[in-house]
T-cell receptor, first 112, second 113 residues
Framework: SQELEQSPQSLIVQEGKNLTINCTSS?????LYWYKQKYGEGLIFLMM?????EEKSHEKITAKLDEKKQQSSLHITASQPSHAGIYLC????????????FGTGTRLKVLA | NAGVTQTPKFRVLKTGQSMTLLCAQD?????MYWYRQDPGMGLRLIHY???????AKGEVPDGYNVSRLKKQNFLLGLESAAPSQTSVYFC????????????FGSGTRLTVV
Protein backbone atom coordinates (compact mmCIF):
# COMPACT_ATOMS: atom_id res chain seq x y z
CA SER A 1 0.00 0.00 0.00
CA GLN A 2 1.08 3.56 -0.57
CA GLU A 3 2.74 5.52 2.21
CA LEU A 4 3.47 9.20 2.61
CA GLU A 5 6.53 10.19 4.60
CA GLN A 6 6.94 13.75 5.80
CA SER A 7 10.11 15.46 6.92
CA PRO A 8 11.01 16.96 9.21
CA GLN A 9 8.64 15.71 11.91
CA SER A 10 8.96 19.00 13.75
CA LEU A 11 10.45 22.38 13.05
CA ILE A 12 11.13 25.46 15.15
CA VAL A 13 12.06 28.63 13.28
CA GLN A 14 12.52 32.27 14.13
CA GLU A 15 9.93 34.65 12.74
CA GLY A 16 10.97 35.91 9.33
CA LYS A 17 12.89 32.80 8.36
CA ASN A 18 12.08 30.61 5.36
CA LEU A 19 11.38 26.91 5.74
CA THR A 20 10.60 23.83 3.67
CA ILE A 21 8.58 20.73 4.47
CA ASN A 22 8.84 17.62 2.33
CA CYS A 23 6.38 14.86 1.51
CA THR A 24 7.62 11.70 -0.22
CA SER A 25 5.44 8.96 -1.62
CA SER A 26 6.29 5.32 -2.14
CA UNK A 27 4.23 5.35 -5.36
CA UNK A 28 3.29 7.79 -8.10
CA UNK A 29 1.02 10.52 -6.84
CA UNK A 30 -2.21 11.13 -8.74
CA UNK A 31 -3.21 14.04 -6.58
CA LEU A 32 -1.27 15.63 -3.74
CA TYR A 33 -2.95 17.86 -1.20
CA TRP A 34 -1.54 20.07 1.51
CA TYR A 35 -3.46 20.82 4.69
CA LYS A 36 -2.79 22.86 7.79
CA GLN A 37 -4.08 21.89 11.20
CA LYS A 38 -4.09 24.30 14.08
CA TYR A 39 -3.61 22.65 17.44
CA GLY A 40 -6.85 21.04 18.62
CA GLU A 41 -8.74 21.87 15.44
CA GLY A 42 -9.64 20.30 12.12
CA LEU A 43 -7.66 20.45 8.90
CA ILE A 44 -7.81 23.36 6.50
CA PHE A 45 -7.20 22.70 2.80
CA LEU A 46 -4.30 24.73 1.40
CA MET A 47 -3.77 23.55 -2.17
CA MET A 48 -3.73 20.60 -4.55
CA UNK A 49 -1.12 19.54 -7.09
CA UNK A 50 -1.68 17.06 -9.88
CA UNK A 51 0.78 17.50 -12.69
CA UNK A 52 4.50 16.74 -12.60
CA UNK A 53 6.43 19.97 -12.12
CA GLU A 54 3.35 21.87 -10.99
CA GLU A 55 3.77 24.74 -8.56
CA LYS A 56 1.10 26.70 -6.70
CA SER A 57 1.26 29.59 -4.30
CA HIS A 58 -1.10 31.04 -1.72
CA GLU A 59 0.09 34.13 0.08
CA LYS A 60 3.54 33.20 1.40
CA ILE A 61 3.16 29.46 0.95
CA THR A 62 4.38 27.69 -2.20
CA ALA A 63 3.91 24.01 -2.96
CA LYS A 64 5.66 22.05 -5.71
CA LEU A 65 5.28 18.56 -7.12
CA ASP A 66 8.35 17.01 -8.71
CA GLU A 67 8.41 15.78 -12.31
CA LYS A 68 8.27 12.14 -11.26
CA LYS A 69 5.21 12.90 -9.09
CA GLN A 70 6.61 11.16 -6.03
CA GLN A 71 7.72 14.10 -3.95
CA SER A 72 6.21 17.41 -2.96
CA SER A 73 7.60 20.31 -1.00
CA LEU A 74 5.88 23.10 0.88
CA HIS A 75 7.88 26.28 1.25
CA ILE A 76 6.99 29.15 3.57
CA THR A 77 8.67 32.49 2.96
CA ALA A 78 9.24 34.95 5.80
CA SER A 79 7.43 32.83 8.38
CA GLN A 80 5.05 34.40 10.89
CA PRO A 81 3.59 33.12 14.17
CA SER A 82 0.30 32.63 12.29
CA HIS A 83 1.99 29.91 10.23
CA ALA A 84 2.41 27.72 13.31
CA GLY A 85 0.54 24.43 13.32
CA ILE A 86 0.74 20.97 11.83
CA TYR A 87 1.16 20.60 8.10
CA LEU A 88 -0.05 17.39 6.52
CA CYS A 89 0.19 16.11 3.00
CA UNK A 90 -2.53 13.87 1.66
CA UNK A 91 -2.87 11.88 -1.52
CA UNK A 92 -5.31 9.81 -3.51
CA UNK A 93 -4.36 6.33 -2.33
CA UNK A 94 -4.88 4.72 -5.69
CA UNK A 95 -6.10 6.10 -8.98
CA UNK A 96 -9.82 5.72 -9.25
CA UNK A 97 -10.43 5.09 -5.57
CA UNK A 98 -11.75 7.40 -2.93
CA UNK A 99 -9.30 6.41 -0.26
CA UNK A 100 -7.25 9.34 0.81
CA UNK A 101 -4.04 8.72 2.75
CA PHE A 102 -2.13 11.20 4.88
CA GLY A 103 1.41 11.76 5.97
CA THR A 104 2.12 11.83 9.70
CA GLY A 105 2.50 15.59 9.69
CA THR A 106 5.13 18.24 10.39
CA ARG A 107 4.73 20.29 13.53
CA LEU A 108 5.82 23.89 12.96
CA LYS A 109 6.53 26.41 15.66
CA VAL A 110 7.44 30.00 14.81
CA LEU A 111 9.17 32.03 17.49
CA ALA A 112 8.28 35.72 17.64
CA ASN B 1 -22.45 28.13 5.92
CA ALA B 2 -21.54 25.94 8.84
CA GLY B 3 -19.46 23.55 6.71
CA VAL B 4 -18.92 20.26 8.55
CA THR B 5 -20.26 20.01 12.09
CA GLN B 6 -19.32 17.22 14.46
CA THR B 7 -21.06 16.37 17.69
CA PRO B 8 -20.10 15.87 20.43
CA LYS B 9 -16.76 17.63 20.74
CA PHE B 10 -15.62 15.65 23.76
CA ARG B 11 -16.71 12.38 25.32
CA VAL B 12 -15.48 9.97 27.95
CA LEU B 13 -16.75 6.39 27.73
CA LYS B 14 -16.30 3.36 29.88
CA THR B 15 -15.08 0.17 28.23
CA GLY B 16 -18.00 -1.67 26.70
CA GLN B 17 -20.27 1.34 26.36
CA SER B 18 -21.67 2.38 23.02
CA MET B 19 -22.01 5.76 21.39
CA THR B 20 -22.68 7.47 18.08
CA LEU B 21 -20.74 10.35 16.61
CA LEU B 22 -22.70 12.61 14.31
CA CYS B 23 -21.33 14.45 11.30
CA ALA B 24 -23.45 16.93 9.37
CA GLN B 25 -22.50 18.91 6.27
CA ASP B 26 -24.46 21.61 4.50
CA UNK B 27 -22.43 21.84 1.28
CA UNK B 28 -24.31 19.15 -0.67
CA UNK B 29 -21.13 17.07 -0.85
CA UNK B 30 -21.48 13.57 -2.21
CA UNK B 31 -18.58 12.03 -0.35
CA MET B 32 -18.13 11.79 3.39
CA TYR B 33 -15.38 10.22 5.50
CA TRP B 34 -14.50 9.32 9.05
CA TYR B 35 -10.85 9.44 10.14
CA ARG B 36 -9.11 8.91 13.43
CA GLN B 37 -5.96 10.77 14.39
CA ASP B 38 -3.45 9.27 16.78
CA PRO B 39 0.02 10.50 17.78
CA GLY B 40 2.68 9.15 15.44
CA MET B 41 0.06 7.44 13.24
CA GLY B 42 -1.34 10.39 11.38
CA LEU B 43 -4.87 10.29 10.02
CA ARG B 44 -6.32 6.89 9.20
CA LEU B 45 -9.51 6.29 7.25
CA ILE B 46 -12.15 4.32 9.16
CA HIS B 47 -15.13 4.29 6.80
CA TYR B 48 -16.32 6.41 3.94
CA UNK B 49 -19.43 6.99 1.84
CA UNK B 50 -19.75 7.95 -1.80
CA UNK B 51 -23.43 8.75 -1.59
CA UNK B 52 -26.63 8.47 0.36
CA UNK B 53 -27.29 4.90 1.42
CA UNK B 54 -23.77 3.67 0.63
CA UNK B 55 -20.83 3.01 2.92
CA ALA B 56 -17.46 1.31 2.54
CA LYS B 57 -14.57 0.24 4.75
CA GLY B 58 -11.40 2.21 5.01
CA GLU B 59 -8.06 1.32 6.49
CA VAL B 60 -9.13 0.67 10.11
CA PRO B 61 -12.85 -0.28 10.15
CA ASP B 62 -12.88 -2.90 12.92
CA GLY B 63 -14.97 -1.96 15.94
CA TYR B 64 -16.87 0.76 14.06
CA ASN B 65 -20.07 0.92 12.07
CA VAL B 66 -21.44 3.75 9.95
CA SER B 67 -24.66 4.81 8.31
CA ARG B 68 -25.59 7.43 5.74
CA LEU B 69 -29.36 7.54 5.63
CA LYS B 70 -29.41 11.17 4.55
CA LYS B 71 -26.94 12.84 2.20
CA GLN B 72 -26.00 15.48 4.72
CA ASN B 73 -25.36 13.15 7.66
CA PHE B 74 -22.76 10.48 8.30
CA LEU B 75 -22.91 8.63 11.61
CA LEU B 76 -20.06 6.70 13.22
CA GLY B 77 -21.00 4.13 15.83
CA LEU B 78 -18.98 2.33 18.44
CA GLU B 79 -20.95 -0.68 19.66
CA SER B 80 -18.62 -1.74 22.48
CA ALA B 81 -15.92 0.84 23.14
CA ALA B 82 -12.36 -0.28 23.88
CA PRO B 83 -9.40 1.74 25.23
CA SER B 84 -7.72 1.31 21.83
CA GLN B 85 -10.46 3.52 20.40
CA THR B 86 -9.28 6.48 22.42
CA SER B 87 -8.50 9.00 19.71
CA VAL B 88 -9.53 12.20 17.99
CA TYR B 89 -12.13 11.53 15.32
CA PHE B 90 -12.52 13.75 12.28
CA CYS B 91 -15.30 13.80 9.77
CA UNK B 92 -14.72 15.22 6.30
CA UNK B 93 -16.71 15.73 3.14
CA UNK B 94 -15.93 16.51 -0.49
CA UNK B 95 -17.36 16.87 -3.95
CA UNK B 96 -17.26 13.88 -6.30
CA UNK B 97 -13.77 14.78 -7.44
CA UNK B 98 -11.55 15.92 -4.60
CA UNK B 99 -9.88 18.65 -6.66
CA UNK B 100 -10.89 21.16 -4.04
CA UNK B 101 -9.75 19.07 -1.12
CA UNK B 102 -11.76 17.87 1.78
CA UNK B 103 -13.65 20.01 4.27
CA PHE B 104 -13.03 18.79 7.79
CA GLY B 105 -14.99 19.11 10.97
CA SER B 106 -13.32 20.32 14.14
CA GLY B 107 -13.04 16.85 15.63
CA THR B 108 -14.37 14.76 18.51
CA ARG B 109 -11.96 13.88 21.29
CA LEU B 110 -12.96 10.47 22.67
CA THR B 111 -11.44 8.83 25.71
CA VAL B 112 -12.31 5.25 26.62
CA VAL B 113 -11.40 4.29 30.18
Amino acid sequence: SQELEQSPQSLIVQEGKNLTINCTSSKTLYGLYWYKQKYGEGLIFLMMLQKGGEEKSHEKITAKLDEKKQQSSLHITASQPSHAGIYLCGADGEKGTYKYIFGTGTRLKVLA
Amino acid sequence: NAGVTQTPKFRVLKTGQSMTLLCAQDMNHEYMYWYRQDPGMGLRLIHYSVGEGTTAKGEVPDGYNVSRLKKQNFLLGLESAAPSQTSVYFCASSYIRSNYGYTFGSGTRLTVV
